[in-house]
Protein backbone atom coordinates (compact mmCIF):
# COMPACT_ATOMS: atom_id res chain seq x y z
CA UNK A 1 0.00 0.00 0.00
CA UNK A 2 1.40 3.39 -1.23
CA UNK A 3 0.22 7.00 -0.77
CA UNK A 4 -0.27 9.26 -3.09
CA UNK A 5 0.36 12.69 -2.06
CA UNK A 6 -0.23 16.09 -3.41
CA UNK A 7 3.14 17.53 -5.47
CA UNK A 8 5.27 20.07 -3.22
CA UNK A 9 4.06 23.70 -3.90
CA UNK A 10 6.94 26.08 -4.43
CA UNK A 11 7.38 28.77 -1.78
CA UNK A 12 4.70 31.54 -3.11
CA UNK A 13 1.97 28.78 -3.28
CA UNK A 14 0.29 27.31 0.07
CA UNK A 15 -2.42 25.45 -1.37
CA UNK A 16 -4.51 24.24 -4.33
CA UNK A 17 -7.92 22.88 -5.39
CA UNK A 18 -8.70 19.21 -6.42
CA UNK A 19 -9.72 20.02 -9.92
CA UNK A 20 -10.38 16.18 -11.22
CA UNK A 21 -9.83 12.51 -10.49
CA UNK A 22 -8.87 10.88 -13.80
CA UNK A 23 -9.49 7.54 -11.91
CA UNK A 24 -11.98 6.04 -9.31
CA UNK A 25 -11.30 3.35 -6.63
CA UNK A 26 -10.97 -0.09 -8.47
CA UNK A 27 -9.10 0.85 -11.39
CA UNK A 28 -5.81 -0.45 -12.84
CA UNK A 29 -2.90 1.96 -12.74
CA UNK A 30 0.42 2.55 -14.25
CA UNK A 31 3.38 4.38 -13.24
CA UNK A 32 3.61 7.69 -14.69
CA UNK A 33 -0.32 7.48 -15.30
CA UNK A 34 -2.22 10.91 -14.39
CA UNK A 35 -3.84 10.40 -11.50
CA UNK A 36 -5.69 14.08 -10.67
CA UNK A 37 -5.18 17.63 -11.59
CA UNK A 38 -4.50 20.09 -8.84
CA UNK A 39 -5.36 24.36 -10.05
CA UNK A 40 -2.83 26.38 -7.65
CA UNK A 41 -2.91 30.12 -7.99
CA UNK A 42 0.08 29.92 -10.78
CA UNK A 43 -0.16 26.67 -12.76
CA UNK A 44 -2.41 23.20 -12.92
CA UNK A 45 -0.43 20.18 -11.31
CA UNK A 46 -0.68 16.59 -12.75
CA UNK A 47 -0.67 14.14 -10.09
CA UNK A 48 0.88 10.64 -11.27
CA UNK A 49 1.03 6.90 -10.30
CA UNK A 50 4.19 6.33 -8.73
CA UNK A 51 3.65 2.62 -9.40
CA UNK A 52 1.92 0.08 -10.79
CA UNK A 53 -0.66 -0.91 -9.09
CA UNK A 54 -4.77 -0.88 -7.77
CA UNK A 55 -6.48 2.40 -7.21
CA UNK A 56 -7.10 1.28 -3.59
CA UNK A 57 -8.87 4.62 -2.40
CA UNK A 58 -9.53 8.38 -2.47
CA UNK A 59 -9.57 10.64 0.59
CA UNK A 60 -10.22 14.40 -1.24
CA UNK A 61 -13.34 15.14 -3.60
CA UNK A 62 -13.12 16.82 -6.60
CA UNK A 63 -13.25 20.94 -5.11
CA UNK A 64 -11.34 20.30 -2.13
CA UNK A 65 -8.44 22.38 -1.06
CA UNK A 66 -5.64 20.62 -0.68
CA UNK A 67 -1.56 21.36 0.86
CA UNK A 68 1.74 20.42 -0.51
CA UNK A 69 2.27 17.09 0.18
CA UNK A 70 -0.84 16.08 1.40
CA UNK A 71 -2.75 12.37 1.01
CA UNK A 72 -4.82 12.21 -1.34
CA UNK A 73 -5.53 8.55 -1.83
CA UNK A 74 -4.19 5.32 -1.71
CA UNK A 75 -2.98 2.72 -4.19
CA UNK A 76 -2.28 -0.87 -3.40
CA UNK A 77 -1.08 -4.15 -5.87
CA UNK A 78 -2.99 -5.25 -8.95
CA UNK A 79 -5.43 -8.09 -7.58
CA UNK A 80 -6.49 -6.21 -4.33
CA UNK A 81 -9.66 -4.82 -4.11
CA UNK A 82 -10.55 -1.32 -3.20
CA UNK A 83 -11.24 0.05 0.07
CA UNK A 84 -14.77 0.49 1.15
CA UNK A 85 -15.59 4.52 0.39
CA UNK A 86 -16.65 7.01 2.99
CA UNK A 87 -20.26 8.84 3.21
CA UNK A 88 -19.96 10.11 -0.17
CA UNK A 89 -20.03 6.92 -1.84
CA UNK A 90 -24.00 7.27 -0.88
CA UNK A 91 -23.94 10.14 -2.89
CA UNK A 92 -25.84 8.33 -6.06
CA UNK A 93 -28.52 6.90 -3.67
CA UNK A 94 -30.64 10.25 -3.51
CA UNK A 95 -30.42 10.52 -7.58
CA UNK A 96 -30.41 6.43 -8.00
CA UNK A 97 -34.23 6.56 -6.40
CA UNK A 98 -35.31 9.74 -7.67
CA UNK A 99 -37.09 8.21 -10.90
CA UNK A 100 -39.30 4.97 -10.28
CA UNK A 101 -39.46 1.87 -12.58
CA UNK A 102 -42.70 3.79 -14.65
CA UNK A 103 -40.35 7.17 -15.28
CA UNK A 104 -41.90 9.14 -12.65
CA UNK A 105 -40.00 11.14 -10.27
CA UNK A 106 -40.83 10.27 -6.70
CA UNK A 107 -41.50 12.79 -3.73
CA UNK A 108 -38.31 14.31 -2.01
CA UNK A 109 -37.40 12.65 1.16
CA UNK A 110 -38.38 15.48 3.81
CA UNK A 111 -35.75 14.08 6.05
CA UNK A 112 -32.61 14.52 3.59
CA UNK A 113 -30.06 16.59 5.02
CA UNK A 114 -29.76 20.23 3.52
CA UNK A 115 -27.31 20.87 0.88
CA UNK A 116 -25.50 22.71 4.23
CA UNK A 117 -25.19 19.36 6.07
CA UNK A 118 -25.01 17.21 3.70
CA UNK A 119 -21.14 15.24 4.12
CA UNK A 120 -21.36 13.88 0.68
CA UNK A 121 -20.82 17.11 -0.99
CA UNK A 122 -17.12 19.01 -1.48
CA UNK A 123 -17.21 22.61 -0.61
CA UNK A 124 -16.89 23.67 -3.76
CA UNK A 125 -19.83 21.61 -4.62
CA UNK A 126 -21.81 23.02 -1.62
CA UNK A 127 -20.91 26.32 -2.05
CA UNK A 128 -22.30 26.01 -5.72
CA UNK A 129 -25.42 24.14 -4.38
CA UNK A 130 -26.10 26.88 -1.90
CA UNK A 131 -25.85 29.92 -3.27
CA UNK A 132 -27.94 28.97 -6.61
CA UNK A 133 -30.70 27.33 -4.55
CA UNK A 134 -30.27 23.97 -6.20
CA UNK A 135 -31.25 20.22 -5.17
CA UNK A 136 -28.74 17.93 -4.73
CA UNK A 137 -31.17 14.88 -4.98
CA UNK A 138 -31.83 16.52 -8.79
CA UNK A 139 -27.82 17.06 -9.80
CA UNK A 140 -26.66 14.02 -12.17
CA UNK A 141 -23.64 12.87 -11.17
CA UNK A 142 -20.61 11.89 -13.23
CA UNK A 143 -17.55 11.95 -10.84
CA UNK A 144 -16.33 9.39 -8.72
CA UNK A 145 -18.32 6.80 -6.78
CA UNK A 146 -21.15 8.61 -8.27
CA UNK A 147 -20.07 12.01 -6.41
CA UNK A 148 -21.34 15.02 -7.64
CA UNK A 149 -18.62 17.17 -9.20
CA UNK A 150 -18.49 21.17 -9.29
CA UNK A 151 -19.24 20.90 -12.84
CA UNK A 152 -22.20 18.77 -12.32
CA UNK A 153 -23.48 21.32 -10.12
CA UNK A 154 -22.86 24.01 -12.40
CA UNK A 155 -24.59 22.99 -15.37
CA UNK A 156 -27.38 22.44 -13.14
CA UNK A 157 -27.85 26.01 -12.93
CA UNK A 158 -29.41 27.03 -15.92
CA UNK A 159 -31.86 23.84 -15.96
CA UNK A 160 -32.99 25.30 -12.22
CA UNK A 161 -32.82 28.64 -13.90
CA UNK A 162 -36.18 28.00 -16.37
CA UNK A 163 -37.62 26.58 -13.69
CA UNK A 164 -40.75 29.05 -13.24
CA UNK A 165 -41.32 29.91 -9.26
CA UNK A 166 -45.18 30.32 -8.37
CA UNK A 167 -46.02 33.72 -8.14
CA UNK A 168 -48.39 35.58 -5.89
CA UNK A 169 -51.24 37.35 -7.25
CA UNK A 170 -51.03 40.71 -6.25
CA UNK A 171 -53.90 42.43 -4.12
CA UNK A 172 -56.69 44.75 -6.68
CA UNK A 173 -55.84 48.23 -6.15
CA UNK A 174 -58.12 50.81 -7.26
CA UNK A 175 -55.94 53.00 -9.60
CA UNK A 176 -53.80 50.08 -11.16
CA UNK A 177 -51.05 51.75 -13.03
CA UNK A 178 -50.25 50.14 -16.38
CA UNK A 179 -48.32 46.78 -16.18
CA UNK A 180 -44.48 47.06 -17.18
CA UNK A 181 -43.79 45.08 -20.73
CA UNK A 182 -41.30 42.52 -19.93
CA UNK A 183 -38.78 40.76 -22.49
CA UNK A 184 -40.33 37.94 -23.28
CA UNK A 185 -38.46 34.19 -23.61
CA UNK A 186 -36.01 32.94 -20.98
CA UNK A 187 -33.22 35.05 -19.17
CA UNK A 188 -30.71 33.08 -17.46
CA UNK A 189 -28.07 34.01 -15.33
CA UNK A 190 -25.44 31.94 -14.34
CA UNK A 191 -22.71 31.80 -11.39
CA UNK A 192 -19.71 30.34 -11.52
CA UNK A 193 -17.00 30.79 -8.91
CA UNK A 194 -13.74 32.26 -10.25
CA UNK A 195 -10.51 29.32 -10.11
CA UNK A 196 -7.75 30.08 -8.63
CA UNK A 197 -5.83 31.32 -10.96
CA UNK A 198 -8.08 33.86 -12.56
CA UNK A 199 -8.12 34.94 -8.64
CA UNK A 200 -4.41 35.37 -8.52
CA UNK A 201 -4.61 37.03 -12.13
CA UNK A 202 -7.13 39.76 -10.53
CA UNK A 203 -5.43 40.21 -7.46
CA UNK A 204 -2.10 41.16 -9.09
CA UNK A 205 -3.51 43.92 -12.01
CA UNK A 206 -5.70 45.23 -9.25
CA UNK A 207 -2.11 45.32 -6.67
CA UNK A 208 -0.08 47.15 -9.92
CA UNK A 209 -2.74 49.27 -10.33
CA UNK A 210 -2.68 50.53 -6.56
CA UNK A 211 1.07 50.39 -6.21
CA UNK A 212 2.76 51.98 -9.33
CA UNK A 213 2.41 54.77 -11.25
CA UNK A 214 1.59 53.51 -14.74
CA UNK A 215 1.39 55.67 -17.58
CA UNK A 216 1.24 54.60 -21.28
CA UNK A 217 3.29 56.11 -24.49
CA UNK A 218 2.81 55.17 -27.55
CA UNK A 219 4.44 55.29 -31.47
CA UNK A 220 4.04 53.61 -34.52
CA UNK A 221 5.99 51.39 -36.63
CA UNK A 222 6.13 50.30 -40.40
CA UNK A 223 6.25 46.87 -40.84
CA UNK A 224 7.21 46.89 -43.85
CA UNK A 225 10.61 46.16 -44.06
CA UNK A 226 10.35 43.56 -41.26
CA UNK A 227 7.75 41.85 -43.33
CA UNK A 228 10.00 41.95 -46.85
CA UNK A 229 12.76 40.68 -44.17
CA UNK A 230 10.73 37.86 -44.01
CA UNK A 231 9.58 37.36 -47.43
CA UNK A 232 12.71 37.14 -48.17
CA UNK A 233 14.51 34.68 -46.12
CA UNK A 234 11.72 33.02 -44.68
CA UNK A 235 12.40 29.50 -46.83
CA UNK A 236 15.88 29.29 -46.28
CA UNK A 237 15.14 29.88 -42.50
CA UNK A 238 12.61 27.59 -42.19
CA UNK A 239 15.18 24.81 -44.10
CA UNK A 240 17.93 25.71 -41.77
CA UNK A 241 16.06 25.99 -38.45
CA UNK A 242 12.79 23.96 -39.10
CA UNK A 243 10.99 26.91 -37.69
CA UNK A 244 9.53 29.75 -39.13
CA UNK A 245 10.08 33.27 -38.87
CA UNK A 246 8.05 35.31 -37.03
CA UNK A 247 7.83 39.27 -35.82
CA UNK A 248 7.45 38.25 -31.95
CA UNK A 249 11.45 36.96 -32.23
CA UNK A 250 12.24 40.37 -33.94
CA UNK A 251 10.40 42.31 -31.28
CA UNK A 252 12.07 40.53 -28.70
CA UNK A 253 15.60 41.02 -30.25
CA UNK A 254 14.27 45.20 -30.25
CA UNK A 255 13.05 45.38 -26.73
CA UNK A 256 16.06 43.41 -25.42
CA UNK A 257 18.73 45.89 -27.57
CA UNK A 258 16.64 48.82 -25.94
CA UNK A 259 16.66 47.59 -22.79
CA UNK A 260 20.62 47.20 -22.91
CA UNK A 261 20.93 51.31 -23.74
CA UNK A 262 17.79 52.17 -21.07
CA UNK A 263 18.76 50.24 -18.55
CA UNK A 264 15.87 51.32 -15.83
CA UNK A 265 13.21 49.82 -18.11
CA UNK A 266 14.62 46.68 -17.11
CA UNK A 267 14.69 47.59 -12.99
CA UNK A 268 12.14 46.69 -10.29
CA UNK A 269 11.23 48.68 -7.34
CA UNK A 270 11.57 47.32 -4.09
CA UNK A 271 10.36 49.21 -0.88
CA UNK A 272 12.38 52.11 -1.21
CA UNK A 273 15.32 50.23 -3.31
CA UNK A 274 15.31 50.06 -7.25
CA UNK A 275 16.64 47.04 -8.49
CA UNK A 276 19.15 47.25 -11.68
CA UNK A 277 18.86 43.60 -13.23
CA UNK A 278 21.97 42.31 -15.39
CA UNK A 279 20.29 39.80 -17.56
CA UNK A 280 17.43 40.12 -19.68
CA UNK A 281 14.82 37.97 -18.61
CA UNK A 282 11.55 39.07 -21.09
CA UNK A 283 8.04 37.49 -20.78
CA UNK A 284 5.72 36.62 -23.35
CA UNK A 285 1.96 36.50 -22.57
CA UNK A 286 -0.03 33.86 -24.09
CA UNK A 287 -3.50 33.17 -23.76
CA UNK A 288 -4.88 29.96 -22.39
CA UNK A 289 -7.97 28.41 -21.48
CA UNK A 290 -7.72 29.54 -17.76
CA UNK A 291 -6.45 32.71 -18.49
CA UNK A 292 -3.44 34.70 -19.49
CA UNK A 293 -0.35 33.44 -18.45
CA UNK A 294 3.24 34.52 -18.98
CA UNK A 295 6.30 32.21 -19.35
CA UNK A 296 9.51 33.90 -19.25
CA UNK A 297 12.52 33.71 -22.11
CA UNK A 298 15.66 33.32 -20.06
CA UNK A 299 19.33 35.54 -21.36
CA UNK A 300 17.02 36.91 -24.34
CA UNK A 301 20.64 38.35 -25.45
CA UNK A 302 22.45 34.99 -25.77
CA UNK A 303 19.16 33.86 -27.98
CA UNK A 304 19.17 33.44 -31.24
CA UNK A 305 15.93 34.44 -33.65
CA UNK A 306 15.68 30.85 -34.50
CA UNK A 307 15.93 30.13 -30.75
CA UNK A 308 13.58 32.68 -29.40
CA UNK A 309 10.79 31.10 -32.08
CA UNK A 310 11.29 27.85 -30.64
CA UNK A 311 10.79 28.53 -27.32
CA UNK A 312 7.58 30.60 -27.70
CA UNK A 313 5.96 27.92 -30.13
CA UNK A 314 7.09 25.33 -26.75
CA UNK A 315 5.37 27.71 -24.63
CA UNK A 316 2.24 28.55 -26.90
CA UNK A 317 1.83 24.68 -26.98
CA UNK A 318 2.22 23.71 -23.37
CA UNK A 319 0.05 26.58 -22.55
CA UNK A 320 -2.62 24.86 -25.09
CA UNK A 321 -2.51 21.48 -23.47
CA UNK A 322 -2.58 23.12 -19.42
CA UNK A 323 1.54 21.77 -19.10
CA UNK A 324 3.21 24.95 -18.39
CA UNK A 325 5.33 24.48 -14.86
CA UNK A 326 6.07 27.20 -12.19
CA UNK A 327 9.51 27.61 -13.08
CA UNK A 328 8.05 28.65 -16.17
CA UNK A 329 6.52 31.53 -15.23
CA UNK A 330 9.09 32.82 -12.34
CA UNK A 331 10.61 35.74 -12.38
CA UNK A 332 10.99 38.53 -15.53
CA UNK A 333 12.58 41.48 -16.21
CA UNK A 334 10.28 43.32 -18.39
CA UNK A 335 7.23 41.62 -20.65
CA UNK A 336 5.51 41.59 -24.03
CA UNK A 337 2.00 41.57 -25.00
CA UNK A 338 0.50 40.69 -28.90
CA UNK A 339 -3.27 41.81 -28.76
CA UNK A 340 -3.00 42.13 -32.56
CA UNK A 341 -3.54 38.42 -32.52
CA UNK A 342 -7.06 39.01 -31.52
CA UNK A 343 -7.41 42.06 -33.70
CA UNK A 344 -6.63 44.73 -31.20
CA UNK A 345 -5.54 47.78 -32.66
CA UNK A 346 -4.23 50.05 -29.77
CA UNK A 347 -4.27 48.95 -26.08
CA UNK A 348 -2.84 50.12 -22.49
CA UNK A 349 -0.94 46.92 -21.03
CA UNK A 350 -0.88 46.58 -17.46
CA UNK A 351 2.45 46.12 -16.07
CA UNK A 352 3.32 43.16 -14.89
CA UNK A 353 4.41 43.40 -11.12
CA UNK A 354 7.51 43.38 -9.86
CA UNK A 355 8.11 44.58 -13.23
CA UNK A 356 8.33 48.26 -14.34
CA UNK A 357 7.35 48.31 -18.29
CA UNK A 358 5.67 46.15 -20.77
CA UNK A 359 5.56 46.31 -24.20
CA UNK A 360 2.26 46.10 -26.26
CA UNK A 361 1.87 45.37 -29.69
CA UNK A 362 -1.23 45.07 -31.71
CA UNK A 363 -2.57 44.34 -35.44
CA UNK A 364 -1.32 45.56 -38.76
CA UNK A 365 -2.90 47.81 -40.91
CA UNK A 366 -2.76 49.57 -44.46
CA UNK A 367 -2.76 52.96 -43.61
CA UNK A 368 -1.87 56.19 -45.21
CA UNK A 369 1.49 57.51 -44.46
CA UNK A 370 3.37 60.59 -45.38
CA UNK A 371 7.23 59.09 -46.93
CA UNK A 372 9.28 61.06 -48.45
CA UNK A 373 7.15 64.04 -48.81
CA UNK A 374 4.30 61.28 -50.66
CA UNK A 375 1.46 59.50 -49.40
CA UNK A 376 1.78 56.12 -49.54
CA UNK A 377 -0.24 53.21 -48.48
CA UNK A 378 2.04 51.13 -46.11
CA UNK A 379 1.46 48.19 -43.36
CA UNK A 380 1.39 50.11 -39.82
CA UNK A 381 1.50 48.79 -36.81
CA UNK A 382 0.77 50.98 -33.45
CA UNK A 383 2.75 50.02 -30.10
CA UNK A 384 2.59 50.80 -26.90
CA UNK A 385 4.68 50.83 -23.59
CA UNK A 386 3.38 50.64 -20.14
CA UNK A 387 5.71 51.79 -17.21
CA UNK A 388 6.03 52.54 -13.59
CA UNK A 389 6.52 56.48 -13.47
CA UNK A 390 8.25 55.95 -10.03
CA UNK A 391 11.27 55.14 -11.10
CA UNK A 392 11.08 55.12 -15.38
CA UNK A 393 10.93 58.92 -16.43
CA UNK A 394 8.90 60.05 -19.80
CA UNK A 395 11.81 60.74 -21.88
CA UNK A 396 13.43 57.63 -21.51
CA UNK A 397 9.72 55.62 -21.99
CA UNK A 398 9.41 57.56 -25.43
CA UNK A 399 13.02 57.14 -25.89
CA UNK A 400 13.20 53.36 -25.30
CA UNK A 401 9.96 53.34 -27.80
CA UNK A 402 11.41 55.01 -30.59
CA UNK A 403 14.37 52.74 -30.60
CA UNK A 404 12.57 49.58 -31.01
CA UNK A 405 10.42 51.45 -34.14
CA UNK A 406 13.91 52.52 -35.43
CA UNK A 407 15.40 49.23 -35.11
CA UNK A 408 12.53 47.64 -36.10
CA UNK A 409 12.39 49.76 -39.00
CA UNK A 410 15.43 48.67 -39.84
CA UNK A 411 15.78 45.31 -38.98
CA UNK A 412 19.79 45.45 -40.18
CA UNK A 413 20.61 47.94 -37.02
CA UNK A 414 19.91 44.86 -34.44
CA UNK A 415 22.43 42.71 -36.77
CA UNK A 416 25.03 45.50 -37.00
CA UNK A 417 24.28 46.90 -33.38
CA UNK A 418 23.57 50.06 -34.28
Same mark, same amino acid.
Given at each position: ?14 ? !? ?12 ? @? ?15 ? /? ?5 ? /? ?6 ? %? ?39 ? =? ?45 ? @????? !? ?5 ANVSAPVATPAPTPTP ?42 ? %??? &? ?12 ? *? ?26 ? /? ?24 RGLVVPILRDTDTMSL ?8 ? *? ?5 ? =? ?7 ? =? =? ?5 NGGTFGSMMSTPIINS ?21 ? /? ?17 ? @? ?17 ? &?????
Amino acid at each position: MADIKVPVFSESVSE !GTLLTWHKKPGDAL @KRGEVLAEIETDKVVLE /VTAQQDG /VLQSVLKN %EGDTVLSEEVLGTVGEAGSAPAVAPAADQAAGPVANEVSAG =GTASQPDTNAPSAERREDLSPAVRKVVVENNLNPAQIPATGPKGNIT @KADAV !GAIGSAANVSAPVATPAPTPTPAPAATLPSGPRTEQRVPMTRIRQRISERLKEVQNTAAILTTFN %EVN &MQPAMDLRKKYQDQ *FVAKHGTKLGFMSLFVRAATEALKAFPV /VNASVDGKDIIYHGFYDIGIAVASERGLVVPILRDTDTMSLAGIEKEIAG *FAQKAKN =GKLTMEDMS =G =GTFSITNGGTFGSMMSTPIINSPQSAILGMHNIIERPIAQNGQV /VIAPMMYIALSYDHRIIDG @KEAVQFLVMIKNLLEDPAR &MLLEL
